[in-house]
């Protein structure tokens, strides 16, 4: 059985920096033709992709682009995201999740998932 765990949410300012990862179990970032993504969900609000790498590219929502990168240590069997000039609205829980991954913004299109965690930025 696969498992993500995520990491690194904390409370930030606007403007701070912030590194995620997303620890998998089972080999699953060793795998090349995996792809791999980070969404994010506010209470009220369905969940959203951020961000993804599959294919051998990688892609962004709108709003985070130039700001948020993806990357992934397949030695490490763990995806990262890294998030620049952090504003209020970045304010989430965020989701890692593995799987085909295309489309990648479409959520049924990952396999796994990982519980979350709590990005708050503050003004």
């Known amino acids: 059985q696969v498992q993500l765990e995520e990491s690194g949410g904390r409370l930030v300012q606007a403007g701070d920096s912030l590194r995620l990862s997303c620890a998998a179990s089972?080999?699953?970032?060793?795998?090349?033709?995996?792809?791999c993504g980070w969404f994010r969900q506010t209470p009220g609000k369905d969940r959203e992709f951020v961000a993804g790498?599959?294919?051998?590219?990688?892609y962004y929502q709108d709003s985070v682009r130039g700001r948020f990168t993806i990357s992934r240590d397949s030695a490490r069997n763990t995806v990262y995201l890294q998030m620049n000039s952090l504003k209020p609205e970045d304010t989430a829980v965020y989701h890692c999740?593995?799987?085909?991954?295309?489309?990648?913004?479409?959520?049924?299109?990952?396999?796994?998932w990982g519980q979350g965690t709590q990005v708050t930025v503050s003004s």
């Open positions: 999740a593995a799987g085909p991954a295309w489309p990648v913004a479409t959520q049924s299109a990952y396999t796994y």
């Open positions: 089972g080999g699953t970032f060793s795998n090349a033709g995996l792809g």
């Open positions: 790498w599959t294919r051998g590219t990688t």
